[in-house]
């Protein structure tokens, strides 16, 4: 496929007023790559606890419009997973920040990915057909939330915990 060609590809349904399928890809592998190379560095612990960070996550919630039985979904959903992290996983890097810094930094990421990642959705409320965290049916936000925090999880495995 032609670059000229990539650039126009859209994906059936896209809203025509928004730059083509494959423009806002790059732009959304752009933002995250960044954002996940500076917050996954061991010397970037940072001092965030993992509670306000849920609180400025369901702010970013509440003003991408997402009702309040989704952010409970969501928000619920990543608190579980970030609890999966065990201390006996950690690694170097990982004991050195300590667990609680480890579960802040994967939802710190996902704080500083979502904006522009859900800005790149044309058509947040749209249902999507895959079945993710229990749940089938999900909209276009919920799949973007849920994706943009195993990407940050993933990263912060191969950061901070053994065998990865």
């Known amino acids: 496929m032609s670059l000229a ?11 025509p007023t928004m730059p083509p399928f494959a423009i806002r890809f790059f732009l959304f592998c ?3 790559g960044t954002a996940l190379n500076c917050a ?3 010397a970037a612990c940072g001092q965030a606890s993992v509670s306000a960070v849920q609180v400025k996550l369901r702010r970013l919630l509440e003003e991408s419009g997402a009702p309040n039985k989704e952010q409970t979904f969501l928000l619920d959903g990543a608190a579980r997973r970030v609890q999966e992290i065990r201390p ?5 890097a990982g004991r ?6 480890v579960r802040a930094l994967v939802l710190s990421c996902l704080a500083q990915t979502l904006p522009a990642a859900l800005r790149a959705v044309p058509s947040p409320e749209r249902r999507v057909t895959y079945a993710e965290w229990g749940r089938t049916d999900l909209s276009a936000r919920e ?3 849920i994706g943009m925090f195993h990407a940050c999880r ?8 053994s065998g990865h």
């Not at 060609?5 to 809203?15: Q, S």
């Not at 006996?88 to 170097?92: F, T, Y």
């Open 5 to 15: 060609l990539a650039a126009e590809w859209r994906l059936p349904g896209d809203d």
């Open 96 to 101: 050195q920040c300590g667990l609680e810094a």
């Open 30 to 32: 752009s933002i995250l």
């Open 88 to 92: 006996e996983s950690l690694n170097a």
């Open 154 to 161: 993933g990263v912060a495995m191969e950061t901070f915990l």
């Open 143 to 145: 799949g973007v939330f």
């Open 40 to 42: 996954a560095t061991p």
